[in-house]
């Protein structure tokens, strides 16, 4: 089996359960230091921050890699083989209409997405991964309790054959048969067997315009989302010398990760200005850099993203650095310039 190979751009966008926008977060920090990442409303995240691109590097690798690789064994024989009858025909995203579940992060990408869920300490996620990483995912699955190999318990989900696999009691995924460009997994912490799979019960395909459709107000439309980064241009004010409204895109529903986004585009053309007024010892261009990015503390739609995750207050570091007169290191990487 070879790995599929993924683009810089295709990496980007990777669905990695805690969100692109978290790796980012990651990728940003210099030093290895312990903090709290709040990506959503509810209850609080930590995770380790990274100091390295290597090691957010490495983090990207685990989500499209078989784990038992790292383990220095050679792939296991034929009791492991990937199963795989293609689904075609339906939607290859999906929904949760269980009563009583809040929406509480999406991503969507042409590289895959997801949608999160929670209700009280019991979260669900729903992720759709490009189709042609489905074997590395399965076997990946099937070597959770690695050397052991789990082929995984045949379920019906969607009116497909799909297969189930326990990380503990309370923590259960089930992946689907891939359709023409997607798979989907879904993974409940929180609940035991019986209660994962009566909640299956309640999944409903959709396609894009479906799963938008679906989502709760504050969430962004593809039919909305111009009007969204051009109001919050519109409040950043003055974009950076090169960078133009009509290049500042996104394809991100959710608010939070359609302003990193937005936010990132234009502090990447800031940063970049201030180093190269720096080396052209242009004392005006380097002050106009450094006052536009000490500017992004009051840019709205940093205030509105700072209460559910680091995004804005990493930002704010970068644009501390630029004022103490220095480039930040690894702020393309970090920014996603």
């Not at 380790?48 to 038992?68: F, K």
């Not at 938008?212 to 004010?237: N, Q, Y």
């Not at 840019?299 to 220095?326: K, Q, T």
Request: aromatic share 8%; proline share 6%; hydrophobic share 40%.
């Amino acid at each position: 089996m070879t790995t599929p190979k993924l683009s810089d751009e295709a990496v980007s966008a990777l669905p990695l359960h805690d969100g692109r926008v978290e790796l980012l977060e990651e990728i940003m920090a210099s030093p290895v230091i312990d903090r709290t990442v709040r990506t959503d409303p509810g209850p609080r995240h930590t995770q380790r921050w990274v100091g390295s691109i290597a090691a957010a590097a490495a983090i990207i690798a685990v989500a499209a890699v078989p784990l038992w690789l790292s383990q220095g064994d050679e792939p296991a024989g034929e009791e492991d083989a990937p199963f795989s009858s293609v689904v075609e025909g339906i939607g290859e995203r999906a929904l949760l209409t269980t009563p009583g579940w809040t929406v509480e992060n999406v991503n969507e990408s042409e590289y895959g997405g997801e949608i999160g869920y929670s209700n009280g300490s019991k979260s669900l996620q729903i992720v759709w991964y490009l189709a042609e990483q489905y074997d590395s995912y399965v076997t990946d699955r099937q070597h959770n309790n690695h050397p052991e190999v789990d082929p995984g318990e045949a379920v019906d989900v969607l009116g497909a054959a799909a297969r189930l696999w326990a990380y503990t009691p309370q923590d259960h995924t089930v992946i689907l048969p891939p359709g023409d460009k997607f798979f989907i997994e879904v993974r409940a912490d929180g609940m035991d067997k019986q209660a994962f799979l009566a909640i299956l019960g309640d999944l409903q395909h959709v396609d894009r315009a479906g799963l938008e459709a679906a989502l709760p107000e504050r969430f962004v439309t593809k039919a909305e989302r111009s009007a969204a980064i051009a109001e919050m241009l519109d409040e950043i004010g003055t974009l950076p010398p090169g960078l133009t409204a009509a290049e500042v895109t996104s394809t991100e529903p959710d608010r939070y990760h359609l302003g990193a986004d937005v936010s990132g585009a234009v502090a990447c053309g800031w940063i970049a200005e201030f180093g190269r007024a720096k080396d052209a010892g242009s004392q005006s261009r380097m002050a106009a850099a450094t006052a536009a990015l000490q500017g992004s503390k009051d840019w709205p739609i940093l205030l509105e993203m700072d209460p559910r995750g680091d995004w804005s207050e990493v930002l704010w570091e970068y644009a501390d650095a630029v004022a103490a007169g220095s480039v930040p290191d690894g702020y393309r990487q970090g920014l996603g310039c």
